[in-house]
């Protein structure tokens, strides 16, 4: 079912793409990267002649709308929290889309939270995977994952069922957990680690396989969503972006992660452990006359120090800056293609 609803908003946002982009500029992509370029529509429609939307889709759908094509039925922009992986840039080539721009837009921590009504937990990585992942070490042996308490995995964890909601496959979200969590987590072991040696397409299917026993739910991309189930129901984990924690405090709380706390100060420092980079990728082949004027304002709004740098409005929001020289060389970069 999730998967239809994937498929019927990709679906929608090329339909609009096609009726109106020549109408306004059309981002889609991460439901992490959302908050922030919503918020940068947001100021840019209301401050300019010109008109830019942004529509969840996950970095996966994003990337597949962006290298759909070059002219009016494509997205300008796509949203992503993780690189553009090698597979979705020859996507591009093979659709004309030879010229894709990458724009940093600051730094993320991935994390996993409760609600402020549950225990405060302490985790690891060897700990989450042992959670997480369809294949777990016991007793030596590589076994589908017989765990269903957190206590079973360590006596110090809650005595209570694993239940944890994440995203999707298409998410970068997702890809970022399991590069920064879950292969982490598993060459923990000695048997799994073993497999790298003896058999590596089993070793990285095992590493990277989530359960689908429904102790990982696939909770779609919408983040807000997760945190009101988490809410609902105490005994539950989530695993979304920082920032979707950075404003509901009130109701949910970071889990510490190999012994670091979740704050802004540690996401900075590149001290946590589960942190990536938040990116626009830009199709210069749709400056002027393929889309709509407004391009190079947009960029302009998105770069100034007034939106990412240390005292920017995204940085309000919870985006975690990059230093004044590598935001510089982030706008020096795209507005090279204006000059």
Known sequence: MLKKMAL????TVAMVG???ARDRILLAGSS????????????????TDFEAEYNTTGTGGGFRLFCGGVGDDFTDFSGASRAIKDSEVELCGSNGVTDIHEIQLGFDGIVVANSVDGPAVELTTEQLFAALAAEVEVDGEVVA???TMWSEIDPSLPEEEIEVLGPPPTSGTRDAFVELVMEEGCESFEAIA???ETDEERFEAVCA????????VEAGEDDNLIVQRLEANPAAFGIFGFSFLDQNLDKIQGSVVDGVEPTFENIASGDYPVSRSL???????HIGDVVPAGLQEFVTELTSEATFGDEGYLVDAGLIPMSAEERA??????????Q
Request: hydrophobic content about 50%; aromatic content about 14%.
């Open 194 to 196: 073993a497999l790298e």
């Open 209 to 216: 396989t989530m359960r689908e026993d429904g102790r990982f």
């Open 329 to 338: 060389a982030v706008r020096d970069a795209v507005m090279a293609y204006f």
């Open 279 to 285: 990116f626009l990728y830009m199709k210069p082949q």
């Open 32 to 47: 992490t990267v959302a908050p922030f370029a919503q918020i940068v529509v947001e100021r840019f429609n209301n401050t």
């Open 8 to 11: 019927a908003t990709v679906a």
């Open 18 to 20: 096609a009726a109106e």
């Open 145 to 147: 994952n017989p765990y």
